[in-house]
C-alpha cells in the first residue's frame, strides 16, 4: 500500500515527460489536484480489470505495465519510466484500466482521481491536447509491440529491438556504448518479447559473443548499435545472420 509521507519538495510536478513544454498556468492545475505517495518497490499501484479510479504520473523510479493473455500468459507490455503518465486512456473513457501496473522500484507517484482529471481537461485546452497526444502515442506504442510480438519474428530480431529501445535518446551509435540500468530478470525480459526464459538467456550468450553487448550484474553495454539496427533490420540489406561475424552461428530460436 502506499505510504502518503511524500513532501511537496520531494514529488513536486515536473516540465519533464508527460508535462514537458506544459504552460505553468497548466503545470499548476495538475499540481493542485495531486496526490502524493510513495509506493514501495513490487507494489501494485492498479490492476487489469479494475475500475479506472485515476491516473498515476510517474515521478520517480520505475513501474513495470503487463498483461493476462487468455491462456494466462503474462506478457510485460512495457517498463514506464519517470515523467510517465499511467491509466489516461482507462479514465478518459470510464473503463477498467487494461494493464496491471507493478513497482519495480521505490517509486514517488502523483495520483490524479478521475473526476479532477476530466474537470480539468474540460477547462484547460493545452491539458486537453496534451492528453491527447499522449493516448496517441499510447496507440502507437501498442500498434510496435504487435509487430513485435504478435509476427512471425525471430527472438534475436525481438531481442534486439528491444535493446535498442532500451537506449538512451542520445545514443547515436558513432562508435560510443550505450549503458543501460538492466533491473528485469530473464523471465520478465521474455514476458516483454514472447519467448522463454531459456530463449533469453541462449540470445543474449550470443549477443555477448558477437561482442554487440556486455554485461556487468545488472549493468547492460550495448557495444554495437549499428550491428543490433541491423540484426533488427533498420538496415534493409542486412538479414539477422549477417548482422553477426562470421564466426557466430546465429540459428533460430
Known sequence: SPSSAASRADC????????????????????????????????????????????????????????????????????????????????VLGQPYELTAESLSPCHVAFIRQEDLLRLLREDSESCFRVAEQVSREYRAACRELSCVGMSR????????????????????????????LSLTHEEIAQMVGTSRETVTRVLTRFRKARLIEIHGSTLVIRDIEGL?????ENSAASPQSAFPPRIHMGVA
Open 12 to 91: 513536486q510536478l515536473q516540465p519533464e515527460g508527460f508535462f514537458h513544454d506544459l504552460p505553468q498556468a497548466s503545470l499548476a492545475s495538475w499540481d493542485a489536484v495531486s496526490l502524493l505517495n510513495i509506493y514501495p518497490e513490487g507494489a501494485v499501484l492498479f490492476s487489469e480489470g479494475q475500475l479506472a479510479r485515476g491516473v498515476y504520473i510517474l515521478l520517480r523510479g520505475r513501474v513495470k505495465l503487463s498483461v493476462v493473455s487468455g491462456e494466462g500468459r503474462s506478457l510485460i507490455v512495457r517498463i514506464a519510466e519517470s515523467g510517465d503518465a499511467l491509466g489516461l486512456t482507462a479514465c
Open 154 to 181: 525471430s527472438a534475436h530480431w525481438k531481442l534486439a529491438n528491444l535493446l535498442l529501445g532500451w537506449c538512451p535518446e542520445k545514443a547515436d551509435g558513432a562508435g560510443r556504448p550505450a549503458v543501460v540500468k
Open 229 to 233: 539496427r541491423a540484426l533488427a533490420g
